[in-house]
C-alpha cells in the first residue's frame, strides 16, 4: 500500500497550508473530481435504496447537543461554544441531533416507516494536534450519513440493508475490509447509564451480524457513547487499523427528543434510531483509496477517465472533436499534445488514467482509435463512437474491469 499523505500530494489531489490549519486539508481539482463523484456515486445508491436527503445547518446551540446527550459525553471532542446574541451556539461534532429535530418537526404515522434520511454534511471535531495526518484525522469532516427512524421489527432488516450497501460500495471502490468489529461499551463514565437499552441494542446488533454470515469480534470499549454498532474494519499503508463504515442502532436519542409516530392502534409510540454510514468520512474514504490504488482509481473515480494521444500534429483536430465527444457523454477526457514528448512518454506520463485513446493518421481517417487500457493490454482499432459507449457503460456500472471480451492484442 501507499501512504495517502505523500501520494495525494504528489498526483495534485490535496494539501494543506499552515495558515489555514492543522487538520484543515484543502482539495486540488483532481481530488475535487475524486470527491465528487464519490458523493455522486453514494446519493444514487441511497436514492435506490429509499432514503432521502435533507441539508442541515452546520451549528447548533448547545442546548441540542444537551438534549442529545454529547454535551455531556463528548464535549471534550467539541470546539467551544460560541457567544451569539446572548445564546451559545457550536459547531456540530455530528449530524444525529439534527436529523432527531427534522423527523420531530412533522407528525409520522406507522405507515411512513422506515423513514430513511440521509445527508453528506460537515461536522466538526476538536482533534488533537498529535493525532493529525493527511485526510484520516482531520478537524472538518464531511460525512456521509444516514438516520433510519423504524419500528422495533425493522431494526432487523434495515441494519441487514446497510450492510449489504456497504459491501456493494466496497466493491464498487476496489476496497476490503480486514474485519467486522462489534463495538461494546466499556467500564467507566463515558457511555449512557441505561443497562437495559444497551442489551436490547447489543442483542439486534448481533442477531443481524449472525443472520448475515459475517465473521466478527466483539471489542468493549469502542461504542458510541448512546449505543453499541457495527464497525467495519480497514488498515492504512502503516498498518494501523480504523473504521470507514459503521451500522448503530440508538434508543437513547429517540426517548430524549421525544420522538415519536401514531401507530396502527392510534397511540404514540417511540421509533428506534438507526445511525449507518456507508463509506464514513469522506476524507478517510478518498485517503483509503489513494493508499489502496496508488491512485490508479477505477475508472469511475479516476480525475481522467479518458486521455487522447494524437501521433502528431495532423490529428489535434480529431484528438479535439474526441474530447468534445467525450464531454457530451459525462466522460472526462484530456489532451496529451505531442509537443508534450514522444508517443511512449505521453503513455508513460498517462499511466493512471484508465483509457488511452491513441489517434494515428489512419484512425484519423476512419473515425476510429487505437486503445490501450491502463494495465497495458492494446486493442484493435475500433470505432471511436462504440469506444466511447463501452467506457461510458463501463463507467456506471461502477464495474473494476476495465474492459470486457475480446479484441485485446498481445
Not at 63 to 81: A, C, N, Q, R, V
Not at 85 to 101: M, N, T
Not at 226 to 239: E, H, L, M, T
Request: proline share 5%; charged share 25%.
Amino acid at each position: 500500500m501507499h501512504d495517502h499523505r505523500r501520494l495525494g500530494r504528489e498526483l495534485d489531489l490535496f494539501d494543506t497550508d499552515p495558515l489555514i490549519g492543522a487538520g484543515l486539508p484543502y482539495w486540488l481539482p483532481d481530488g475535487a473530481t475524486v470527491r465528487h463523484a464519490l458523493e455522486e456515486y453514494i446519493r444514487a445508491a441511497e436514492r435506490r435504496a429509499g432514503y432521502r436527503h435533507v441539508y442541515s445547518p452546520v451549528l447548533g446551540k448547545r442546548e441540542l447537543y444537551e438534549i442529545s446527550g454529547h454535551w455531556s459525553h463528548y464535549s471534550d471532542d467539541m470546539f467551544p461554544p460560541m457567544d451569539l446574541g446572548g445564546e451559545q451556539v457550536v459547531l456540530r461534532p455530528s449530524l444525529c441531533p439534527h436529523h432527531a429535530v427534522i423527523f420531530r418537526s412533522r407528525a409520522h404515522s406507522y405507515r411512513d416507516l422506515p423513514l430513511r434520511m440521509a445527508e453528506l454534511g460537515g461536522m466538526y471535531r476538536s482533534e488533537l494536534s498529535g493525532v493529525l495526518g493527511g485526510l484520516t484525522r482531520v478537524r472538518a469532516i464531511q460525512l456521509n450519513d444516514a438516520h433510519i427512524f423504524c419500528t422495533l421489527d425493522q431494526v432487523a432488516e434495515e441494519a441487514r440493508a446497510a450492510l449489504g450497501m456497504i459491501a456493494g460500495a466496497y466493491r464498487a471502490m476496489g476496497i476490503t475490509a480486514v474485519r467486522h468489529r462489534l463495538s461494546l461499551p466499556g467500564p467507566g463514565g463515558k457511555y449512557v447509564a441505561a443497562p437495559e437499552m444497551w442489551r436490547r441494542s447489543v442483542a439486534l446488533l448481533t442477531e443481524v451480524l449472525d443472520a448475515s454470515g459475517l465473521v466478527y469480534e466483539a471489542v468493549e470499549g469502542e461504542a458510541a457513547f448512546y449505543g453499541p454498532k457495527i464497525d467495519v474494519q480497514v488498515v492504512d499503508a502503516a498498518g494501523r487499523e480504523s473504521t470507514l463504515s459503521t451500522v448503530q442502532i440508538d434508543f437513547h436519542q429517540p426517548e430524549r427528543f421525544d420522538l415519536h409516530y401514531m401507530g396502527a392502534d392510534g397511540a404514540k409510540h417511540r421509533p428506534v434510531m438507526i445511525h449507518r454510514s456507508i463509506i464514513g468520512s469522506v476524507e478517510r474514504a478518498v485517503a483509503h483509496l489513494i493508499e489502496e490504488h496508488g491512485g490508479a482509481f477505477p475508472a469511475w473515480l479516476a480525475p481522467v477517465q479518458v486521455v487522447v494521444l494524437p501521433i502528431s500534429a495532423s490529428e489535434l483536430p480529431t484528438a479535439r472533436r474526441l474530447v468534445a465527444r467525450c464531454a457530451d457523454l459525462g466522460l472526462r477526457a484530456d489532451i496529451a499534445a505531442p509537443e508534450r514528448g514522444t508517443l511512449g512518454a505521453r503513455i508513460r506520463e498517462a499511466r493512471l488514467v484508465p483509457y488511452q485513446a491513441v489517434i494515428g493518421a489512419r484512425e484519423a481517417a476512419n473515425d476510429h482509435v487505437a486503445l490501450r487500457l491502463r494495465d497495458g493490454r492494446r486493442l484493435d482499432a475500433l470505432p471511436a463512437g462504440e469506444v466511447l459507449t463501452r467506457v461510458r457503460a463501463l463507467v456506471d456500472a461502477h464495474d473494476a474491469a476495465l474492459w470486457e471480451d475480446g479484441g485485446v492484442a498481445a
